[in-house]
């Protein structure tokens, strides 16, 4: 397990897969459907974003004795352990989130979401693959947006600080507008401060959109391009053929522009990447 008490970026690795020019226009629709592939042997993070209750005597008394039965792997009243988990006992949170069936009632899954949510921002990492699939299946019309904000705000966070599940999330919510929308400002928060697995995702994907764009224009298609050599400095093999794979898709549209426009564009082929 990974620990972070900032939103620094860890790692992410991607499965090997060798892509030509034609099957990458493929491998383009699965990034912009959010469905990338990402190691399921990746280190798990855990961020401490609040630091919630470490000790009995942060409790009110009528809570202590059931907060130690819980450390002894007592079961509580659902009451009890929301009553808990309300006080950002991470590990109550985590407890009472996992008895909130949203799949038999999808009512329950911004619920599910908000105690999954302090279980991961009190420091328990295991609890982002339950928070995501609570975050699929809520109703972002009837979630308050307080409420959506703080989850996102929890998501974005385990994006930053390397967790591949988080990243896989963002992006795919970021292509689909929901549960979330307009996630582009985080997408490029994360190109320009920092320079890691989780940027050369996000290049990728923002590469793939343009490429996927009926008629991208060429400033569109600098942009891809340097996404695109931003994204084969990654350490995974993956990212890097697939970048390599895309680099000819660009050239080719770069060709069919006005041959002033193409002629600039080929020229300029480096340059940093302005969000």
């Known amino acids: ?46 961020v401490v974003m609040v630091t919630g209750i470490t000790r009995s005597d942060q409790l009110p008394p009528t809570l202590v004795q059931a907060r130690k039965a819980l450390s002894a792997n007592v079961a509580l009243r659902d009451s009890t352990l929301r009553d808990l988990a309300d006080l950002m006992d991470g590990n109550a949170a985590f407890q009472y989130a996992k008895r909130l069936d949203f799949v038999a009632k999808p009512g329950l899954a911004a619920h599910a979401a908000h105690y999954y949510g302090i279980a991961a921002a009190t420091g328990r990492g295991g609890a982002i693959y339950g928070f995501i699939k609570a975050l699929d299946a809520l109703d972002p019309a ?28 963002v992006l795919r919510y970021h292509a689909r507008n929901t549960p979330f929308t307009d996630m582009r400002a985080e997408l490029d928060r994360i190109l320009v401060e920092t320079d890691g697995p989780a940027a050369h995702a996000v290049a990728l994907q923002l590469a793939s959109e343009i490429l996927h764009s009926d008629s991208p224009t060429p400033a569109e298609l600098q942009k891809a391009r340097q996404y695109l050599l931003r994204a084969e400095d990654s350490d995974s093999l993956r990212t890097r053929l697939i970048s390599q794979n895309l680099l000819p898709l660009v050239e080719a549209r770069v060709v069919a522009l006005r041959p002033d426009q193409s002629f600039a564009l080929q020229v300029d082929t480096q340059g940093e990447i302005t969000p």
């Open 142 to 169: 009837t979630t308050t947006p307080g409420r959506l904000a703080n989850l996102r705000n929890i998501l974005v966070t385990y994006a930053n600080a390397g967790s591949a599940p988080a990243l896989e999330a």
């Open 1 to 46: 397990m990974i620990g972070r008490h900032c939103s620094g970026l860890g790692a992410v690795a991607f499965g090997l897969v060798f892509l030509t020019a034609a099957p990458a226009l493929c491998e383009t629709n699965a990034l912009l459907s959010g469905f990338t592939a990402v190691d399921q042997d990746a280190p798990q993070v855990s």
